[in-house]
């Protein structure tokens, strides 16, 4: 089976890398297909406790579809399955109950951006560049994309990006909030991305899970509603094994260690 799509997964940190850089790493049907199958698997896994995302090389992350595969498919079928696998893989990244890391390595174009909206946290190599570039291709965002950018940024900003389709730099994703740091290219994205995960995956897994959906939940549900579901989960994690191990560990001056029981 030809791999678009590679996943590795060591000390509870996976990695899925979009593996066509002679396409600029654009998802033609089976990378589409494999990304979905990685996210589901990962979604079983208990094991992993950190995804990150990324491209191969480093001219492009993701540029979305595989524009000269889906040239040759006019029907509307085509563009139903275009819209189904992604949107329906993307919507399962955001309910994973683990942290999800973008490692943007290069341009994020189109569906790349998309992707990038359903990530938890973003880091971008210094050159990179970013575009949904949607209406340019006389469509609109067809993964979801929308709503979360404009939960991410807010309607005046979406507005912006999506009706100019207009390319822009790292530096400036980091001033609006799309990505959360830039990082420098003598530093090394793969370093910090590395590191990041590895700081995350000492975190209590239980609590990000709940920070994470509560998070989500927040853009959707009312101010009572969210309040609610952030009571219920504080305290069900009250009497959990890992705060009994941090109240512990401040007792008793040293670090905790979470995920022992």
């Known amino acids: 089976m030809s791999k678009e799509i590679e996943y590795t997964q060591q000390d509870g940190i996976a990695t899925l890398r979009v593996n066509r850089p002679a396409a600029r790493n654009a998802l033609n049907w089976t990378a589409q297909e494999q990304f979905a199958a990685v996210v589901t698997d990962v979604a079983g896994d208990t094991a992993v406790r950190v995804l990150i995302i990324t491209g191969a090389g480093d001219k492009a992350f993701v540029s979305g579809g595989d524009l000269k595969e889906l040239s040759g498919h006019p029907e509307r079928a085509a563009g139903q399955r275009l819209n189904r696998v992604m949107r329906d893989a993307l919507v399962q990244l955001t309910q994973l109950p683990i942290p999800v890391i973008a490692a943007v390595n290069g341009d994020a174009f189109g569906g790349g ?23 340019r291709n006389a469509l609109c965002t067809g993964w979801g994309g929308t709503g979360r950018l404009v939960n991410l940024l807010g309607q005046a ?7 100019t389709s207009r390319i822009f730099s790292a530096e400036e994703a980091m001033q609006m909030g799309l990505v959360q740091q830039v990082v420098d290219d003598r ?42 579901l952030e009571t219920e989960l504080f305290v069900d994690l009250w009497s959990q094994p890992d705060h009994l191990e941090a109240l512990a560990a401040f007792r008793e001056k040293r670090p905790p260690i979470f995920g022992r029981s």
């Open 157 to 163: 900003r979406a507005l912006d990006l999506l009706l």
């Open 113 to 135: 951006c998309e992707i990038l909206t359903a990530c938890d946290l973003r880091l971008a190599a210094g050159h990179a560049r970013f575009c949904f570039a949607q209406v």
């Open 187 to 228: 530093v090394g994205l793969e370093t910090a991305v590395t590191q990041l995960a590895h700081s995350l995956s000492q975190l209590p897994q239980q609590a990000l899970a709940a920070s994470k959906q509560l998070v989500h939940a927040a853009s959707q549900l009312s101010p009572v509603a969210t309040n609610r």
